[in-house]
T-cell receptor
Framework: QKEVEQNSGPLSVPEGAIASLNCTYS??????FFWYRQYSGKSPELIMS????GDKEDGRFTAQLNKASQYVSLLIRDSQPSDSATYLC??????????FGDGTTLTVKP | DAGVTQSPTHLIKTRGQQVTLRCSPK?????VSWYQQALGQGPQFIFQ???????QRGNFPDRFSGHQFPNYSSELNVNALLLGDSALYLC??????????????FGQGTRLTVV
């Protein structure tokens, strides 16, 4: 079992719809959770971080964390074609080690 | 502020050769981490340098080594290159001392192709 698992996709949504991206992790000692966006051939770009259970909203993005279920998600509202990218979930333990999932590819169709 | 800069951007090497990749951290950052990202996969942590010492290491063989200089810049060295070392190598920097600090600043990466 991978330490951080994501559906590889591709996930396709129409423009204006809500895109839902999911991530599960295996280390119960994980304390920090991050979502990155990565365009093809580019480096990852941090879009959200979440540290406690519940929801965290930033513009069109909402991160959701459930530590009991070891589950973190990212919702993108009013999806735009420019949101088409690979979304990486990353998890960090107290020891400072970061583990990334393999990413979910999102395509937003006009 | 130039952010995190890496050189070179692209590199082609032959199996068995050695390669050195370079990274200059964002101004004010003293911690540098290196990641390997194979095609279709997420970044995998190689190691992290802080105060010129390797502070943490991922599951990579000893062929992967690094160095950090007094100006906080860093090098990643890979010996005896294998075809499987072909990947995008990413450098990330952040202020040291905070283990929970987010990895927010990545360089543009070095694309290494081993033939």
């Amino acid at each position: 079992q991978k330490e951080v698992e994501q559906n590889s996709g591709p996930l396709s949504v129409p423009e204006g719809a809500i895109a839902s991206l999911n991530c599960t992790y295996s280390d119960r000692g994980s304390q920090s959770f991050f979502w990155y966006r990565q365009y093809s051939g580019k480096s990852p770009e941090l879009i959200m971080s979440i540290y406690s259970n519940g929801d965290k909203e930033d513009g069109r993005f909402t991160a959701q964390l459930n530590k009991a279920s070891q589950y973190v998600s990212l919702l993108i509202r009013d999806s735009q074609p420019s949101d088409s990218a690979t979304y990486l979930c990353a998890v960090r333990t107290n020891a400072g080690k970061s583990t990334f999932g393999d990413g979910t590819t999102l395509t937003v169709k006009p | 502020d130039a952010g995190v800069t890496q050189s070179p951007t692209h590199l082609i090497k032959t199996r068995g050769q050695q390669v050195t990749l370079r990274c200059s951290p964002k101004s004010g950052h003293d911690t540098v981490s290196w990641y390997q990202q194979a095609l279709g996969q997420g970044p995998q942590f190689i190691f992290q340098y802080y105060e010129e010492e390797e502070r943490q290491r991922g599951n990579f063989p000893d062929r992967f080594s690094g160095h950090q200089f007094p100006n906080y810049s860093s090098e990643l060295n890979v010996n005896a290159l294998l075809l499987g070392d072909s990947a995008l190598y990413l450098c990330a920097s952040r202020p040291g001392g905070d283990w929970g600090a987010v990895e927010a600043f990545f360089g543009q990466g070095t694309r290494l192709t081993v033939v």
